[in-house]
């Protein structure tokens, strides 16, 4: 195990330190975060307006978007909060009250203000 420490990403406290040797927590206020992740900074995820996410972001669904398996769309307007990007084409993770937790893509949302 590593004995370094890393500043955090969420809060900047300096001294967050090395749980296993990829993962990384805040003692300050209990992020944790893994460097494999972190070390793959050329992915940038934008909304519609071209504004960047981040993971924890809340955005707006921009137009009805259609469920698969659901009888209603997800209504233009809807707040999601707390969102985690990931790869692939649906690239934000989420869940939505009424939906649960499912996948939407980023040019169907903006960053809400």
């Known amino acids: 195990m590593s004995e370094e420490t890393k500043p955090c990403p969420q809060c900047e406290y300096p001294y967050a330190y090395a749980i296993d040797d ?3 927590t805040c003692p300050d206020c209990n992020f944790e975060w893994s460097t494999i992740e972190s ?10 307006n071209g504004n960047i996410l981040q993971n924890g972001d809340t955005v707006v669904v921009i137009k009805d978007l259609p469920v698969k398996g659901a009888s209603k769309p997800v209504k233009s307007g809807t707040k999601v909060k707390n969102i985690r990007l990931v790869e692939g084409d649906h690239n934000i993770a989420c869940k939505i009250d009424g939906f649960g937790a499912m996948g939407l893509k980023s040019e169907f949302v903006r960053k809400a203000n």
């Open 22 to 24: 990829t993962t990384y």
């Open 39 to 48: 070390s793959n900074v050329a992915t940038v995820v934008k909304d519609a």
